[in-house]
């Protein structure tokens, strides 16, 4: 998986802002799930939980919270060239380094 956690990312897939969907919206990630191949990425994919109140005292209600997405739906943002890009890989001192594929940029997490 091209996506880390601490990565922006935009959302390429779904209904468009004016339907109230996600598309377009960038966000950062929060955490990722290879084994199933999803990410959690902030203020996207919103749902609505009914929580009850599990001790005395404590409130219940709605809770707003982020639902995973499946990773290939996302697409990473590039934080020098502030593109959409893929993930390219580069050997360096024996270390494999993420790289833009547009400007060459190194990708850091």
Excluded: F
């Amino acid at each position: 998986m091209n996506i880390k956690v601490g990565d922006n990312v935009k959302l390429m897939t779904g209904d468009k802002p004016s339907k109230g969907g996600d598309r377009g919206k960038t966000g950062k990630v929060l955490t990722v799930s290879p084994k199933e191949g999803k990410v959690i990425v902030e203020g996207i994919n919103m749902v609505t939980k009914h929580v009850k109140p599990r001790q005395q005292g404590q409130l219940g209600g709605r809770v707003q919270a982020e639902s995973p997405i499946y990773a290939c739906k996302v697409m990473l943002v590039c934080p020098k060239c502030n593109k959409t890009t893929r993930v390219g890989h580069k050997i360096e001192d024996g270390k494999k380094i993420r790289v833009c594929k547009h400007c060459g940029a190194e990708l850091k997490y």
